[in-house]
């Protein structure tokens, strides 16, 4: 407990699933959370249930596509908290289709909120860490998928691989300044983005060597890894968190 005390935690897509485990954990271990959301309902019971551990939040309903939303979204959490130390770029949609027949508004959709999204987060919070030179952390979900490939998941591949060297980028070029960011790979984690109940369970029994599906709160605790001290020597890693998926 009180592993992120005085901290202030940047969580996208907070509303449900592995952000909404991200956020419940870090409120436990202490920090304050700017989260944001395309559903505000959701998002607004999530941060209660986060004020529960005594701590404080602010939340928006916030589309991490859209440059201006995200810049009053990271002033308002700076007004209200003094600065942001810890950014988790979570969210994200998935897209299932044959390359053939992925059209190029779904592609530069799925772009737009995988990726460009973690590109204007995290701009928009580093160019605050150099002004007041704080050593801030940058996680980042990324994905198995940014490691091996997906029939008919081309485009979503793309983001998450796209994800993954963003993030080896800032880490090596930010460095220096005492920054650090890693991302994630989870496998298949048990949330409402799983496309199929049925292939889940025939992945869980047969492909994952520990036969589960992945919980949230199995990311969750990874995250937590990732913005605390204790990964102080740790940057630019994507590190997978898939239950053995990519053993094979
Ligand atoms: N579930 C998995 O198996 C899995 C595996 C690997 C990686 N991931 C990644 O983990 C992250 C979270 O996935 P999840 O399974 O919790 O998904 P989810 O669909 O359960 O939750 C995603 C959240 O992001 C929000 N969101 C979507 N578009 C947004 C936007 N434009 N602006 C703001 N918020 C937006 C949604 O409203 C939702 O609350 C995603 O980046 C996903 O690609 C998930």
């Given amino acids: 407990m009180g592993r992120l005390v005085g901290k202030t935690a940047l969580i996208t897509g907070a509303a449900r699933g592995i952000g909404r485990a991200i ?44 440059r201006d939303q995200i810049q009053e979204l990271v002033d308002d959490g ?3 908290f003094g600065m942001i130390h810890i950014v988790v770029n979570n969210a994200g949609i998935f897209f299932n289709a044959p390359f053939e027949r992925t059209s190029d508004e779904q592609f530069d ?6 990726v460009k999204s973690v590109f204007l987060v995290s701009q928009i919070v580093i160019r605050q860490w150099l002004r007041h030179e704080i050593k801030g952390t940058i996680v ?40 650090r960011a890693n991302s994630m790979a989870p496998g298949i984690i048990d949330t409402p983005m799983l496309p199929s109940q049925e292939d889940s369970e025939r992945w869980a029994n047969n492909t994952i060597p520990l036969r589960r599906l992945g919980e949230p709160s199995d990311v969750a605790d990874l995250a937590l890894f990732l913005a605390s001290d204790e990964s102080r020597y740790i940057t630019g890693e994507m590190i997978f968190v898939d239950g053995g998926w990519t053993l094979h």
Wanted: proline letters at 2%; charged letters at 20%.
């Fill in 140 to 179: 980042n979900l990324a994905s198995i998928g940014a490691a091996v490939a997906f029939v008919d998941s081309a485009a979503y591949c793309a983001t998450k691989g796209a994800v993954a060297t963003m993030t080896r980028c800032i880490a090596l070029e930010y460095g220096p300044r005492g920054i």
């Fill in 109 to 114: 959709h799925i772009m737009s909120v995988n």
């Fill in 23 to 66: 956020a419940l954990r870090f409120a436990a271990e202490g920090a304050n959370l700017v989260l944001c959301d395309l559903n505000l309902k959701s998002l607004s019971t999530v941060a209660a249930e986060a004020e529960s551990n005594d701590i404080k939040t602010l939340y928006r309903p916030t589309d991490v596509a859209e």
């Fill in 78 to 80: 700076i007004a209200e």
